[in-house]
């Protein structure tokens, strides 16, 4: 009797958020090529959280703003927000939705380097650029401390490292990789080799709304559900294609 109580309560609490809430607002900030500033037709993840809402009664609304004011959206003005990763500190205000896609971060090397690697061991003779900012998991980044690296101000400016031979390899997430080799000659590409099937590290990116925000579970459901929907139907893989597609083609 609880139960069915509870489940009346939740459909009916349901259909009174889809009938009362015709947008919801979606802050983040510009993440190329995942979010474009463009909006929600461009950039390949905002494509993705776009569609996994079509099947619900709310209409998303994309504010586009800098990270440190779309985390005060979410904290302070009741907007949801996407591209986000977890830590202790997120994970005590906020909730997170199922992943929305996992980035993959893997090495692009001269290929004059001759760069090859099994074991981190033997990463040891290589000048390797990591980002300032970014983990590449508790194996990689334990190890770190005896390789020979650069942080980066930029993924952009470590290929041009790559390519005046400052740097010999550098860790990068795989569609940014090929996002950002678009920018450069056929002729640098041709300097260069991404190891895209050698995965060092899979970090998962979210969708995310504040636990004081009273709506915040039913519209993560909202999205989990749509998502799901997305990735049986097969448009989530048409999207991420189309993405790989096209960056191959330029």
């Keep these: 009797m609880i139960k069915f109580i509870s489940l009346f309560l939740l459909i009916l609490f349901s259909i009174r958020v889809n009938a009362e809430t015709n947008t919801i607002k979606i802050s983040s900030g510009v993440a190329p090529p995942y979010i474009m500033e463009e909006g929600s037709s ?5 494509k993705i959280v776009h569609k996994s809402l079509d099947h619900s009664n709310n209409k998303p609304q994309f504010i586009f703003t800098n990270w440190t004011k779309a985390q005060q959206a979410v ?4 907007h949801l927000s996407y591209w986000w990763q977890k830590n202790n500190e997120r994970e005590k205000k906020w909730l997170f939705s199922q992943p929305i896609y996992k980035a993959e971060f893997v090495f692009l090397a001269r290929k004059t380097v ?11 003779p290589y000048k390797i650029g990591l980002s300032r900012i970014q983990s590449y998991g508790p194996q990689f980044d334990s ?4 390789l020979n690296t650069e942080q980066l101000v930029s993924d952009y400016t470590g290929i041009k490292a790559l390519l005046n031979s400052e740097l010999d390899v550098i860790l990068i997430e795989k569609a940014l990789a090929k996002y950002l080799l678009g920018y450069f000659s056929q002729k640098d ?4 080799e991404l190891l895209d099937e050698q995965v060092i590290y899979t970090e998962p990116y979210y969708l995310v709304c504040a636990k004081s ?3 915040c ?5 909202v999205f ?23 960056i191959n083609e330029n």
């Design 42 to 46: 461009t950039g390949f993840i905002s």
């Design 143 to 146: 190890y770190v401390q005896y």
């Design 224 to 246: 989990n559900v749509g998502l799901n929907e997305v990735k049986s139907s097969g448009s989530y893989q048409a999207i991420v294609e189309e993405f790989f597609e096209g």
């Design 114 to 124: 001759r760069f090859y690697w099994t074991r981190y061991d033997q990463l040891r």
């Design 75 to 78: 904290d302070l003005e009741h």
């Design 217 to 221: 579970n039913y519209l993560i459901e």
């Design 213 to 215: 925000f009273v709506q």
């Design 189 to 192: 590409n041709e300097q260069l």
